[in-house]
């Protein structure tokens, strides 16, 4: 990994880490080195002091000149300047000590509860920072808890070292029994400390020694996790900093073991196209997930416009996976096994619940818009997940023991979430006897319904897009006529007519015509519904007014996908090659080949 010029000199530390690793750690260090200063230096620092005496030498100063010497100057002056001549005159040498020695560096870590789980990946920055700082001061380095009697006493720092300051954790938190303990120890020890750090979760102080304090503080809810950090250094005014951590997966990762390299694959997807299962975006349209029918989940990071090349991960489930929910911090996963099912990373919960008993059986076809998990509210109770069943009633499954599911809505045909904003949307009849399709946005426990005619009452395909809380939804009113609908206002409705045997895959609210000029919108910019032709190797946008081709496909298109945030489409062809495509640009953002 490439360090920043100005964290050149920490590579032989930080290269311990795999580069992913690396990059939090430099984050962190950067933001904490203008708030911690150097070991402060004496007046004498780098000066060589006299100690005594070491011996004779033939140079010197004459203050120094022994007195046998001085005695030849009374009897034999002239033996006095020949020896002087000859520079065989002898002095004293001085015994001298470097005031670079005899420095040490000490830091007592809180072990207890108030900094476990994330705000150790601050401690291992903190724990890097000031080991390099001891080092440039030529001094001694040695770390410990607080609820600990060790010191572990550091030379070079090590995978060893690091994984005991992670590994390292205490039920009770510091109390002044553990504060006595090293202020009585450090008292009696026969060195001096240069440096003494307490780094904990309180304003601990320890009564008889001068020493530095570091205070951290975790702020509740924050998104990402925000950590406030105080430091108060002697003889300098107290300052304040919040650091943001990574994700909470990356945060676990290093805390378990932050020298493990992260496999990624190469991006290729074993077998042909035949074997890819369902391909759909997360809510946030960062990421795409593609399932094999070896039941292989694989988790793409939407590339940006110059990336040569996408990450990619693989998780191998090893049971059939019957639904699946990508939100900002879970990767949440239901599975079949044995006539039941395992619900995998859903927070606080991790359990199998037999179908036949509980009378939860899910859709089949399809793996997303399934389930969502819903936070706790006052009016809500407790966090629970709303799932979708396979006869379209929504059902909703407490988080903790019996797990009880109780039905709260019927005929939903999707479930979702576009960025922190929840969605249903269900078919129900009208006082005059109409099927109308609802639309139902969830914010905490209110919910805003929009309605929309349907013609031809079906099962309908349904595809929905938006920024924000401005969602367009794609439905078709009857076997020719596609509705475009703004949830923002009812009457907003765009109908689109589809050409036989063309095969609808999305809808994008954002587009913007290279044809003609569209009357009343915004920078010429209307919702179109996207398909594939009939012999799937054109790309076409649908308006009222018209259609235009978007991208001619070098192969068949097999299945074709659009982002519901950004501006992009992800297909897969018959030579298996995913590629990411940009509506506005009319561009290949990338292509990935096998």
């Known amino acids: 990994m490439q360090l920043p010029s100005g964290l050149k000199h920490w590579h032989v530390i930080l290269s311990i880490f795999p580069d992913d690793i690396q990059a939090v750690l430099i984050s962190l260090i950067k933001r904490l080195t203008g708030y911690i200063q150097p070991i402060q230096h004496n007046e004498y620092e ?14 010197g100063d004459y203050q120094r000149l022994l007195l046998s010497e001085w005695a030849l100057l009374d009897d034999y002056p002239d033996e006095f300047t020949r020896r002087a001549i000859m520079q065989e005159h002898l002095f004293t040498k001085v015994k001298r000590i470097n005031q670079d020695e005899g420095k040490h560096c000490v830091i007592l870590f809180d072990g207890g509860p108030d900094l476990l789980g994330q705000p ?11 080991w390099r700082r001891t080092q440039l ?36 938190s510091v109390t002044e029994r553990h504060l006595m303990y090293w202020d009585n120890r450090l008292n009696d020890l026969s060195c001096e400390f240069t440096d003494l750090w307490l780094i904990s979760g309180h304003s601990h102080r320890l ?6 304090t570091i205070q951290l503080q975790e702020q ?71 399932i094999d029918k070896k039941q292989n989940l694989y988790v793409i990071y939407v590339p940006h416009q110059g990336q040569r090349q996408a990450k990619i991960t693989r998780q191998q489930s090893g049971s059939p996976i019957a639904a699946v929910h990508f939100s900002k911090r879970y990767q949440t996963k239901i599975l079949v096994q044995h006539e039941g099912l395992k619900f995998i990373d859903v927070p606080g919960m991790c359990s199998f619940i037999k179908t036949k008993e509980q009378s939860l059986i899910l859709p089949k076809g399809t793996v997303f818009n399934t389930f969502i998990y819903r936070k706790n509210t006052a009016e809500q109770g407790e966090a629970h997940l709303q799932i979708r069943d396979i006869k379209n009633q929504l059902r909703k499954l407490e988080l903790k023991a019996p ?12 479930i979702g979430k576009l960025f922190s904003y929840a969605y249903k949307i269900k078919v129900e009849v009208n006082e005059i006897n109409e099927h109308e399709l ?12 929009h309605r929309y005619e349907l013609g031809a009452f079906q099962q309908p395909a349904l595809f929905i897009h938006g920024a924000s809380s401005n969602y367009w939804v794609a439905f078709p009113y009857n076997t020719s006529i596609w509705h475009i609908a703004a949830c923002s206002n009812q ?102 080949q096998r």
């Open 46 to 59: 780098g000066v060589a002091l006299p100690d005594g005496i070491d011996g004779l030498s033939t140079r």
């Open 120 to 130: 150790k990946v601050v401690l291992l920055a903190l724990l890097i920072l000031l």
């Open 137 to 172: 001061a030529n001094a001694t380095f040695a770390f410990g808890f607080l609820q600990n009697t060790t010191l572990h006493n550091l030379n070079t720092l090590e995978q060893d070292t690091i994984n005991i300051l992670l590994s390292e954790r205490y039920s009770e």
């Open 207 to 212: 009564s008889t020694l001068n020493h530095h």
């Open 220 to 290: 509740i809810l924050s998104q990402p996790v925000l950590i406030d950090c105080v430091i108060k250094q002697q003889k300098i005014a107290e300052k304040s900093i919040t650091l943001p951590l990574p994700e909470a997966q990356q945060c676990l990762r290093i805390i378990r073991n932050p020298f493990i390299v992260k496999q990624t694959l190469p991006v290729v997807f074993t077998g042909t196209h035949h074997e890819v299962k369902e391909l759909g975006f997360s809510c946030n349209g960062k990421k795409l997930i593609l």
């Open 403 to 414: 797990y009880q599911i109780t039905t709260i809505d019927q005929q939903v045909l999707s």
């Open 438 to 449: 609802v639309l139902v946005q969830m914010v905490g426990n209110r919910e805003k319904c």
């Open 491 to 592: 009457n907003a409705i765009i109908s689109v007519t589809v050409p036989d045997n063309a095969h609808v895959f999305g809808v994008y609210h954002a587009f913007k015509s290279s044809n003609h000029t569209v009357k009343g919108t915004a920078n010429n910019e209307q919702p179109v519904l996207l398909v594939l032709s009939e012999n799937r190797m054109k790309i076409i946008a649908l308006m009222p007014s018209g259609s235009e081709v978007i991208h001619h496909a070098e192969a068949m298109i097999m299945m074709a996908v659009v982002n519901p945030v950004q501006d992009t489409i992800a297909f897969i062809c018959e030579e298996n090659k995913v590629t990411f495509f940009s509506i506005n640009q009319r561009s290949t953002i990338l292509s990935v």
